[in-house]
């Protein structure tokens, strides 16, 4: 992985998420867009592609040619990514791969990375991008791990956009319009996602909002000794003083501060009368460091580039 340019095909090009990752992209010094496939827009130019206005996307249930390919990148519906896998293989196994979707978070030959908590490693080959809801909570339940005790509770409200761009209840304006819909509040995957890689006893509730993008996650633990507030945003702020794309504040954070941002922001750290109860809150845009940006920053790793390379405009 020594070359100055990398090609990507990215497959599912036409939703949210997609379009974000075409953005990033297109700003990016060492990644280059060579192939878009998408089931409804075959044949169709890729107006926010300024790198090659001229790219089409190509008909991704066609003929798959990935000549030149190094990277090939899943943003499909879930369920969707397993099924070109193989494929992709037969063609050339050294093609790096990452699924944005679910098909492979429970996968242990594929890698699952929050890079902040994960560890993800040069050459890096296979990689299992994490849920949005995952991620928030799991930023927000890493460095407080070891003083947990008993169960955590993880409310989540997130931006209609995480429902996706096919209509149905959970982006439908006649059920969410001036109102909070709550789905799935139990079993949900990204709680089955956040038990196997963060923490085993974990219960997490989402609920979507008459907003279009931007999720708040609320996490209620129980500590094992006594903490204040002030020792709480140390503890945060240490476990994330190397990295660039988590911002920690006093104060709670709120969506509309992430909104189009690569980076998440915890705090609102707030400790019971007796310092043994802590809530805290953690905002990222759902579309990027809960999908796209995220992608992006698990790729520069991989690659050997500085993890926030493309992303840290967004600071301003």
């Not at 496939?37 to 169709?44: H, I, N």
């Not at 040069?122 to 890493?142: D, E, H, K, V, W």
């Amino acid at each position: 992985m020594n070359k100055n340019k990398y090609n990507i095909a990215l497959l599912g090009g036409r939703g949210f998420v997609g379009q974000e990752i075409i953005k990033i992209i297109d700003n990016h010094k060492y990644f280059d867009l060579s192939l878009v496939y998408s089931s409804s827009k075959a044949g169709q130019k890729i107006d926010s592609y300024n790198k090659n206005p001229e790219l089409k996307y190509s008909n991704l249930n066609g003929e798959m040619k990935l000549d030149e390919i190094d990277i090939v990148i899943f943003a499909l519906p879930n369920g969707e990514s397993s099924k070109f896998v193989e494929k992709i293989e037969k063609i050339d196994s050294s093609i790096v791969m990452i699924d944005i979707g679910s098909d492979f978070r429970f996968n242990n030959n594929w890698f699952y990375s929050i890079p902040e908590i994960n560890n993800i490693t040069i050459g890096t080959n296979r990689i299992s991008n994490p849920g949005c809801y995952a991620t928030a909570s799991q930023l927000s339940i890493a460095p407080i791990k070891e003083f947990i005790t008993s169960k955590v509770s993880c409310i989540g409200i997130s931006g209609y956009s995480g429902a996706g761009a096919t209509p149905n209840d959970k982006n439908n304006p006649d059920i969410i319009n001036e109102s909070i819909y709550p789905y799935s509040l139990s079993s949900h995957t990204h709680e089955k996602e956040i038990n196997k890689h963060c923490y085993s006893e974990v219960y997490f509730s989402p609920h979507v909002a008459d907003f279009f993008r931007g999720i708040l996650i609320t996490s209620h633990f129980s500590l094992s000794e006594k903490l204040n507030e002030k020792k709480v945003l140390k503890i945060y702020s240490d476990f994330y003083k190397n990295n660039k794309l988590i911002r920690i504040l006093k104060e709670a954070p709120l969506i509309k501060d992430v909104i189009n941002k690569n980076y998440a922001i915890i705090g609102g750290f707030s400790v019971s009368d007796d310092g043994q109860n802590l809530v805290t809150c953690c905002v990222i845009d759902n579309l990027l460091k809960g999908a796209a940006s995220q992608c992006i920053q698990n790729l520069n790793i991989a690659f050997g580039f500085e993890e926030s390379l493309s992303l840290e405009d967004t600071f301003n």
